[in-house]
């Protein structure tokens, strides 16, 4: 855990220049390494974020979008005092496909014919959640504390991304060359995070996965020992293409599946608070009630326009502990 520090006061209060040891959410590395720190980001997120939609039926790149949208939205409510990127959560999953019939999974072709009605569920339940967010700003967050407790909020966010690790277990499994091939990338994290020099150590995931990615290419597509890496979808694909748009079809069924989610929701977003809280040694407890509600109201833009539901990400808190 993180020494307590010292947080600069105003509602935007920008960030002190800082290139080395703990980095507060007020503090920045130079913009250099900012820049492929953000690329590290946004590689450790995107897996989750594509996967969500996909599992229900929904359109990725809409899901990227509104993550994207949801994201900065959630950066200006909170001021920029709570460091954390917002993607498709999973605990939607299973309400918004029992809600649009295919309870026992979604198998296509094309997309979930019933995303109408799962939007008006999961546009409630940002409702709720925003309104919970209010509740806390002008009441406090004390009683969020009460009722969940971190040996709460802490095995939420642990089940959440245990329930991930079946995926890439079975991403990896494949065949024998793909499993080599995770255990390269793993390996290769792991070197860099404890040997590489200076800034590098910060980008563990990043050049992990630049490594795996290389030497997959190399053995697959030169040597013939993988599937090799198919290029004609990136160069047929567009340069520029707006999202698949979808409007809300309101369902009490759906509204009344959908909504509890918010609960979830609350007690994922504390644990994340918290966990980045303990990274940077700065109690960021008076920021819940504003991080419940920037993550509310993103949900109810995305649920809008054809969104998943979405929530502050484990996945990159991770890589803010990078070394």
């Known amino acids: 855990m993180a020494t307590q520090t010292t947080e600069k006061q105003g509602y935007f209060s920008g960030w002190t220049l800082k290139k080395e040891g703990i980095i507060a959410p007020d503090e920045r590395v130079p913009w250099g390494q900012s820049i492929f720190l953000g690329l590290q980001h946004v590689l450790a997120m995107f897996g989750a974020t594509v996967l969500a939609p996909i599992i229900m039926g929904f359109d990725p790149n809409t899901a990227i979008f509104f993550s994207g949208i949801g994201t900065i939205l959630f950066f200006l409510i909170v001021g920029g005092r709570v460091p954390s990127y917002l993607g498709s959560s999973f605990s939607f999953i299973a309400v918004v496909l029992t809600a649009t019939g295919f309870a026992s999974g979604f198998k296509g072709p094309g997309l979930n014919p019933n995303i109408g009605v799962a939007l008006s569920g999961i546009i409630v339940a940002g409702v709720v959640y925003a309104i919970i967010g209010v509740i806390v700003i002008f009441v406090g967050y004390k009683w969020v504390d009460y009722l969940l407790p971190p040996v709460v909020t802490g095995a939420v966010v642990a089940v959440i991304g245990l329930n991930l690790a079946p995926v890439a277990v079975g991403e990896a499994s494949t065949s024998v060359f793909d499993t080599v091939m995770a255990l390269v990338t793993i390996l290769a994290v792991a070197l860099i995070a404890v040997y590489a020099p200076g800034a590098l150590r910060r980008l563990p995931v990043l050049l992990g996965g630049v490594i795996g990615y290389l030497v997959y290419l190399l053995f697959a597509n030169a040597f013939g020992l993988g599937k090799a890496v198919d290029f004609s ?91």
């Open 233 to 323: 979808g990136v160069a047929s694909a567009n340069w520029i293409g707006l999202p698949n748009f979808t409007t809300p079809t309101f369902n009490g069924n759906a509204i009344g599946l959908i909504a509890p989610v918010a609960i979830i929701l609350v007690a994922e977003n504390t644990g994340h608070v918290k966990a980045v809280a303990a990274m940077t040694g700065r109690n960021l407890d008076k920021y819940l009630g504003r991080a419940f509600l920037g993550d509310g109201l993103a949900t109810i833009v995305a649920g809008f326009g054809g969104g998943t539901g979405v929530t502050t990400y484990a996945e990159t808190i991770t890589a803010y502990s990078c070394p």
